[in-house]
């Protein structure tokens, strides 16, 4: 999805999410987050910065974290490599560093009040 401003970013969301009742009666649902990616993209696709998060991949790494794309141009081979440990990232998170660090243009002028109400549901239902 691209991003409206100045560095013309785009973003690219890939959650993955478990649905099950919330009590023993199953008369209520729920979905919860069991692993995600958030990637913000430069113009030719390449990412600068991405959050990972899954427990049950192949990689020896299963906590949260962040990886520091070859577009960053950090130019420290290691840091590149690295899987950097962050903590659960919401959804809500990713899309306020897009606004607030790299100029992204909000379609709504509510969008921090939008993101304050969706944030801490979203932040509950990481498995």
């Known amino acids: 999805m691209p991003l409206r401003?100045?560095?013309?970013?785009?973003?690219?969301?890939r959650l993955r999410a478990q649905i099950g009742p919330v009590d023993a009666s199953a008369r209520a649902w729920q979905a919860s987050i069991v692993a995600y990616q958030y990637a913000l993209l430069d113009s030719?696709?390449?990412?600068?910065?991405?959050?990972?998060?899954h427990p049950d991949s192949v990689s020896h790494v299963t906590e949260p974290h962040l990886h520091l794309g070859p577009a960053a141009q950090v130019?420290?081979?290691?840091?590149?490599?690295?899987?950097?440990?962050?903590?659960?990232v919401g959804l809500p998170a990713a899309l306020r560093l897009a606004v607030d660090a790299f100029s992204t243009r909000p379609l709504r002028r509510d969008w921090s009040a939008t993101l304050a109400t969706t944030g801490p549901a979203l932040a509950t239902t990481l498995a």
């Open 5 to 13: 401003g100045p560095l013309r970013l785009g973003l690219r969301v």
């Open 75 to 88: 130019g420290v081979p290691v840091l590149v490599a690295a899987h950097l440990p962050t903590g659960a």
């Open 44 to 53: 030719d696709g390449r990412e600068p910065l991405a959050y990972h998060w």
